[in-house]
């Protein structure tokens, strides 16, 4: 069964500050996806990562995924005020269309 | 324009009370899915359904029921048997050639 793991559960940063979002999956995930919510609406797609060292980038945000260690990271370079949300990871279970969210990072940049 | 349209937006339900969601697309979508989320907590999967007249129990399906009669529509009752049902309920459909989301809006259920 696929377990999804994020840590920090809580993030509070100043602004310019650079930091990393890590996503630990438990078993082989097909893809893995990243979501923005702002508080009070529904997710928004950032990323998805279908391979094994994909790397995709949009603006100060980029996420990576590395399928041998099981992990996918969200990088945040030169945080700003209109980066707070809540990000979440979700992987899917091989043969599945089913996400599997982890508990999601609050981060709150502060000016 | 395509979409996924959920309503309504806030509810409110008395004890004992059954009530129902509703969840339509209109992106061809063949597989839809209900999801429940508490406050400050990840989303957890209720329900879901792939295909029309056939849905599956998601982790927390208990107190919960759906249909899917038509493609486009998916809606959820939550039950008298629901203890604890004040949360936000989010509506997803997907294309099964593309995998990826697309997420209503929401609906925050508040027990009264």
């Known amino acids: 069964e696929l377990k999804v793991e994020q840590n920090p559960l809580f993030l509070s940063m100043q602004e310019e500050k650079n930091y990393t979002i890590y996503c630990n999956y438990s078993?082989?995930?097909?893809?893995l996806y990243w979501y923005r919510q702002d508080p009070g609406k529904s997710l928004e797609s950032l990323f998805v990562?279908?391979?094994?060292?994909a790397v995709k980038q949009e603006g100060r945000l980029m996420a990576s995924l590395d399928t041998k260690a099981r992990l996918s990271t969200l990088h945040i370079t030169a945080a700003v005020h209109d980066l707070s949300a809540t990000y979440f990871c979700a992987g899917v279970p091989e043969g599945t269309y089913k996400y599997i969210f982890g508990t999601g990072t609050r981060l709150k940049v502060l000016a | 324009d395509g979409g996924i349209t959920q309503s309504p937006k806030y509810l409110f339900r008395k004890e004992g009370q059954n009530v129902t969601l509703s969840c339509e697309q209109n992106?061809?979508?063949?597989?839809m899915y209900w999801y429940r989320q508490d406050p400050g907590q990840g989303l957890r999967l209720i329900y879901y359904s792939q295909i029309v007249n056939d849905f599956q129990k998601g982790d927390i399906a208990e107190g919960y029921s759906v249909s899917r009669e038509k493609k486009e529509s998916f809606p959820l009752t939550v039950t008298s048997a629901q203890k604890n049902p004040t949360a936000f309920y989010l509506c997803?459909?997907?294309?099964?050639?593309?995998?990826?989301?697309?997420f209503g809006s929401g609906t925050r259920l508040t027990v009264v």
């Open positions: 990562l279908l391979s094994n060292g």
């Open positions: 992106l061809n979508h063949d597989a």
């Open positions: 997803a459909s997907s294309a099964t050639e593309s995998y990826g989301y697309t």
């Open positions: 078993t082989t995930s097909d893809r």
